[in-house]
């Protein structure tokens, strides 16, 4: 799923950016944002966090207040 964006079903998994836009090409996967690494990276003022455990098994940061 991280790197290629294929559910174990099969079928390919659909991404949603910024609420409402709907990618269904199967080609942005986690790794696309996130970094194959999963270290995450920044561009201009969008920073996508790295991908850790603490924040996969966390409610959503932005509802916890965390910066
Ligand atoms: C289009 C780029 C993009 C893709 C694709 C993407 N992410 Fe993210 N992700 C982000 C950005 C940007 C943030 C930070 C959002 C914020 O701060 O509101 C984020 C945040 C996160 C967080 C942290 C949430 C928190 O609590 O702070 C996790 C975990 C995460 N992504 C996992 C994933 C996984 C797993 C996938 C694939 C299924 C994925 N992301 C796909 C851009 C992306």
Redesign the pocket.
Known sequence: ??RNGVLPSGEL?Q?V?KGDIVDESGN???M???LRSGFGTTEGR????P?DGK??Y?????FKG?P
Do not use: D, G
Not at 46 to 49: G, L, S
Not at 58 to 62: F, N, V
């Open positions: 799923m991280y998994m991404s950016v942005l996967t986690c696309s944002c996130h969008v920073r996508t966090p991908i924040r996969l966390s409610p959503l940061s932005k965390i």
